[in-house]
């Protein structure tokens, strides 16, 4: 079977914008895969995913700067026909991935026990040790340009590769890898798939479902196995129910603005390179060439008729032409949820409420969005994790004791926020750490009241040492008032 490459429509130009509203979901109304409809499956949901992949090669290359406006042709005047890409799609996927993930995503306990502390901890480190934080990043990319992204997870045993983790963990092309869900009610997943094609042109299939492990060689079946795992490793991460990239929804404006700095560029061109006009008076090639080279014409008038040369000129008004590209990248913006740069630039802002101005809220809005989107395909990838964590380093942790915590600024309402803290742990009543938790003003609060609680009780012994006494140690000595 031809691969990928050879299945995307390529009768569609890129000088045409694609009309596309995010990846569509691949189902099978079949209730379980086995050896005899596991190629029937996958032929059929093949069509769907061949479509899914054209689309998102496109978008790959227009964030990459393959866009319309290379394929741009003028019938007037062609010999002047700049083609200009501003690429903002680059700049809206570059912000949105720095800005959700540009610091690792942790693991944070639910509870305070101390052995489920301890487990997470050790947790981090394998992940750590996998690059996960990069491996994120990847992810979260390929989320952004086309809607969705797929992750990997095996045991060390299965591909040989022993380290400190006990398990390995891929960030998969979307082009090449899909889930088949099931038509009935929850969607639960059937079957994953990831291909490739070797030098020889043989397309090699390898399929996971629950239990059982096939791979396939154009058509043939080569492997048929059980495996462990009690799940599909394959894990898919969509952006958003719809699996619209990023820039999708502004694929139109995005190219009007290109099409519109490209005629910019051109009006200027022929403003330099107008043409000349010549009344009542005849010029041939070499009159012509002198004057280009010399810079000046002799010309005489005959029969009464007053002769004149003159040079056509219409100039592009360039001021009109700033305020459409300023409409246009600041529709994309709104449309998109970035912030604009441009706006309130004149301000005495400072601080926090420079952050929090011009659409930054709106980020902020946006990122959380997609976080509820990650978190829930990031609990199915955990469950699998912690199986084999489970079984091969004896870890006792559940899913049920891990938090995921996105790691942002979080300036929003600061001010307000300090203050709950303070007043509540100026109530007797309260528990310290409900405090740090209520307030939302630390991004982990359990391991901000555990090292702020650490530091207190340094101090008061620090402060005995010094001869005060433990009775002369308050909270007033510490201040904590």
């Not at 499956?41 to 689309?55: F, M, P, R, V």
């Not at 203050?419 to 100026?426: D, F, G, R, Y």
Request: glycine fraction near 6%; charged fraction near 25%.
């Amino acid at each position: 079977m031809a691969s990928v490459i050879n299945q995307v429509d390529e009768s569609k130009s890129l000088s045409e914008t694609r009309q596309m509203s995010g990846r569509r979901v691949i189902k099978s109304s079949a209730k379980q895969v086995t050896d005899d409809n596991v190629w029937e499956i996958l032929d059929k949901a093949l069509g769907t995913h061949y479509q899914n992949a054209s689309e998102t090669d496109y978008l790959w290359n227009y964030y990459c700067g393959n866009q319309p406006i290379w394929y741009r042709q003028k019938t007037v005047r062609p010999e002047i026909c700049n083609k200009i890409v501003v690429n903002r799609a680059n700049e809206i996927v570059s912000f949105k991935v720095g800005y959700l993930c540009g610091e690792p995503i942790q693991y944070v306990g639910r509870t305070g026990d101390t052995a489920v502390t301890e487990a997470i901890q050790k947790l981090n480190e394998y992940m750590f040790s996998e690059d996960k934080a990069a491996q994120d990043e990847e992810l979260v990319e390929w989320q952004m340009i086309c809607g969705t992204g797929y992750r990997l997870v095996l045991p060390d045993s299965e591909v040989g590769i022993p380290d400190d983790a006990p398990f390995e963990m891929y960030t998969l092309d979307p082009r090449q890898t899909f889930v088949v869900y099931s038509t009935d009610v929850g969607s639960k997943p059937l079957m994953a798939v990831i291909y490739s094609q070797d030098d020889d042109s043989v397309t090699h299939y390898s399929i996971y479902s629950e239990n059982h492990f096939w791979e396939f060689e154009d058509g043939i079946m080569k492997v048929s196995r059980p495996h462990a795992l009690g799940m599909i490793p394959i894990f898919e991460y969509p952006a958003n129910h719809a699996r619209l990239g990023s820039f999708e929804i502004v694929l139109p404006l995005l190219d009007a603005l290109n099409k519109t700095e490209s005629n910019r560029l051109d009006g200027v061109e022929q403003f330099i390179q107008s043409f000349m006009k010549f009344i009542n008076c005849d010029i041939d090639k070499d009159t012509f060439a002198a004057l280009k080279e010399m810079g000046a014409i002799k010309i005489t008038s005959r029969d009464g008729q007053k002769a004149d040369v003159e040079i056509i000129t219409s100039e592009l008004n360039q001021n009109e032409t700033q305020t459409l590209s300023d409409n246009l990248y600041d529709t994309i913006l709104t449309i998109c949820g970035m912030p604009n740069s441009k706006k309130g630039s004149s301000t005495s802002d400072t601080g926090a409420a420079v952050l929090l101005r011009d659409g930054w809220s709106l980020a902020e809005a946006r990122a959380k969005d997609s976080e509820h989107m990650f978190k829930r395909a990031e609990k199915k990838m955990l469950k699998l994790v912690l199986r084999i964590c489970r079984d091969l380093v004896d870890m006792d942790l559940k899913l049920g004791d891990i938090k995921l915590q996105f790691t942002r600024r979080n300036y929003e309402a600061i001010q307000s926020k300090s203050q709950v803290l303070i007043s509540m742990l100026n109530q007797s009543k309260i528990h310290p750490l409900l405090a740090f938790e209520s307030s939302g003003l630390f991004v982990d609060p359990e391991a901000a009241y555990t090292l702020s609680m650490k530091y207190w009780e340094e101090e008061k012994e620090r402060l005995k040492v010094e001869g005060l006494g433990q009775d002369a140690v308050s909270e007033d000595d510490m201040g904590l008032e």
